[in-house]
């Protein structure tokens, strides 16, 4: 079963703009993972934001987490073309075991 | 992080037939595995967790008899997708890692004539 929605589906930007994916879940959960998924490939993990933490960055990813809404967000500084790709919000809400549940994803295209 | 392969990375196959996928952890030591399916233009949903040396545990809706999972050892963890029809056609990626942080192997797609 999916955990949340992701909003937007699709977004369309010039490099080095701005993006902003947005995730929301259902259950308590222990962390909230993001990942990045290349056409057809396998998942890139980006960052973990744990269940008590509130923002996190890393190089040009920040994160934010509240828990209160059972949101999450991505933002992505200063794009480039190669950050196109799927990016999926993951939730792991069974004690640290690493079983996920994801979001539908934000398909993100960057033009150059 | 920990590298995860997969064999093979498509497949090809007449439906009714059965199809082997392996996920090989090849530096870490994996008491559980993830199996995950993801259909074209879908996020990836969780199948099963394959146990190392027990029964694997089947998420709902997911036919244990359709898709048999063997983890027999630390590093290999095996999917059989049984008598294959065309709507098994899929993505089908694993993962495994230390709590908190998964790895994920680059994926099997599947395509049943």
């Known amino acids: 079963s999916q955990q949340g929605e992701e909003d937007p589906q699709a977004l369309s930007i010039q490099e080095g703009e701005n993006a902003t994916m947005n995730c929301s879940y259902k259950?308590?959960?222990?962390?909230l993972q993001w990942y990045r998924q290349n056409s057809g490939r396998g998942l890139v993990h980006l960052i973990l934001?744990?269940?008590?933490?509130r923002e996190k960055h890393s190089g040009r990813l920040r994160v934010t987490l509240d828990t209160s809404k059972k949101s999450s967000s991505l933002l992505i500084t200063a794009s480039r073309a190669a950050d196109t790709a799927s990016y999926f919000c993951?939730?792991?809400?069974?004690?640290?075991?690493?079983?996920?549940?994801f979001g539908q994803g934000t398909t993100l295209q960057v033009k150059p | 992080g920990a590298v995860v392969s997969q064999h093979p990375s498509w497949v090809i196959c007449k439906s009714g037939t059965s199809v082997k996928i392996e996920c090989r952890s090849l530096?870490?030591?994996?008491?559980?595995m993830f199996w995950y399916r993801q259909f074209p233009k879908q996020s990836l949903m969780l199948m099963a967790t394959?146990?190392?040396?027990?029964?694997?545990?089947?998420e709902q809706g997911v036919e244990k008899d359709k898709f048999l999972i063997n983890h027999a050892s630390l590093t290999l963890s095996t999917l059989t997708v049984t008598s294959a029809h065309p709507e098994d056609s899929s993505f089908y990626i694993c993962?495994?890692?230390?709590?908190?942080?998964?790895?994920f192997g680059p994926g099997t797609r599947l395509l049943v004539l």
């Open positions: 993951a939730t792991d809400a069974s004690g640290n075991t690493g079983k996920l549940i």
């Open positions: 259950t308590s959960i222990n962390n």
């Open positions: 934001i744990r269940s008590n933490e």
């Open positions: 993962s495994n890692g230390p709590a908190g942080t998964q790895y």
């Open positions: 394959s146990n190392e040396g027990s029964k694997a545990t089947y």
């Open positions: 530096d870490f030591q994996a008491t559980t």
